[in-house]
């Protein structure tokens, strides 16, 4: 199946093999002339299986079987992902919300607690809205621009926006909830953990070196939080006064 | 002997930090914090190489320092590597 779609203010050609790519990304359709061209091929879908074995071998968890039209979704975000580090745009895996035009990425490895977090806002915040719930694309130029994607995590929560990355939050549960500032130097690891990175020595430098960039053109908070309505505001009242 | 995974280099700010590359990254999760004599090291043993071989690059490099105490940072250092399972011999 072929359909072009517009991500991160670049127009992609998508060749999939079945229709699952283009049902998902049905909100970002474009009639826009290609960037550039994705053709996963069947091989792309084995690998994306191989790798799902592993992750659940290395997390400790049953592995899960999953289709190859489910594989193929991301096979093609991996691809997708590949050609943004060209155009200075990095994958990373956190939840975004937004209010208005500023918006703050919340990151921290799965199980978390991103998701709740961000209901949290959704429930408290007028006016926040989920740009990506599980992996936005993020461009690095004079401004940091966070975008929906259709790949949002289980959850499926994303819009087909741009908004300005005012700030990336490293959570954590606590007790109590608590926000500071942090260096990049501190959250690197978790920083280049939660990126993408390709699988060739040239990509993963390219990455690092935007991840670098990221890390020293948007504020870095650490937030330690618990479930309750209070989270939100902790987060909120600090990113929003420090953006103002 | 060389480094067991693929490793790339970033400098932030003065800091280096090497990460493991790809599938490599199953092996090393982690983030190795290097100085430049360090990151050297790493940078050659990318091929393979001895560790004459890497005190005597080191010892051009770092002409002002002893070689003796040079000799002591490099064994020190491949032990590290060695016991996070970095190194091939």
């Known amino acids: 199946m072929e359909f072009k779609i517009r991500l991160a203010g670049v127009n992609i050609a998508v060749s999939s093999i079945y229709d699952e790519v283009f049902r998902l990304c049905r909100d970002y359709l474009t009639d826009g002339v290609p960037d550039c061209c994705i053709s996963p091929a069947p091989a792309d879908i084995a690998l994306e299986r191989v790798k799902n074995m592993r992750e659940a071998e290395t997390e400790g968890i049953a592995p899960v079987e999953y289709p190859a039209p489910y594989l193929e979704t991301l096979a093609v975000y991996r691809r997708i992902a590949a050609q943004m580090l060209e155009r200075d745009t990095l994958l990373l895996h956190g939840a975004a919300v937004a209010v208005k035009d500023r918006a703050w990425l919340f990151t921290a490895p799965s199980g978390t607690g991103k998701t709740t977090h961000i209901r949290l806002w959704l429930d408290q915040i007028e006016g926040s809205y989920v740009v990506n719930g599980d992996k936005p694309l993020i461009h690095i130029g004079e401004d940091v621009t966070v975008y929906g994607t259709p790949w949002a995590g289980k959850e499926g929560m994303q819009k087909n926006v741009g908004v300005k990355l005012c700030g990336i939050v490293f959570l954590e549960r606590g007790a109590e909830n608590r926000i500071g500032r942090t260096t990049l130097l501190q959250s690197l690891p978790l920083l280049i953990q939660q990126s993408y990175r390709p699988n060739d020595k040239s990509g993963t430098e390219k990455a690092l070196a935007l991840i670098g960039k990221l890390g020293s053109r948007v504020p870095l908070y650490r937030l330690q939080c618990n479930m309750r309505p209070e989270a939100a505001w902790t987060a909120y009242r600090k990113l929003s006064t420090d953006t103002d | ?89």
């Open chain 2, 1 to 89: 002997m060389k480094l067991a995974v693929e490793m790339a280099v970033m400098e932030l700010d003065g800091e280096i930090s090497a990460v493991a590359v790809g599938e490599d990254s199953a092996k090393f999760h982690g983030m190795l914090r290097l100085n430049e004599p360090a990151a050297a090291i790493i940078r050659m043993l990318t091929e393979d190489t001895t560790p004459e071989q890497i005190h005597k690059t080191l010892c051009e490099t770092y002409a002002d320092s002893a070689p003796e105490e040079i000799a002591g940072l490099l064994a020190d250092f491949l032990a590290q590597l060695k016991a996070e399972g970095l190194l091939l011999e």
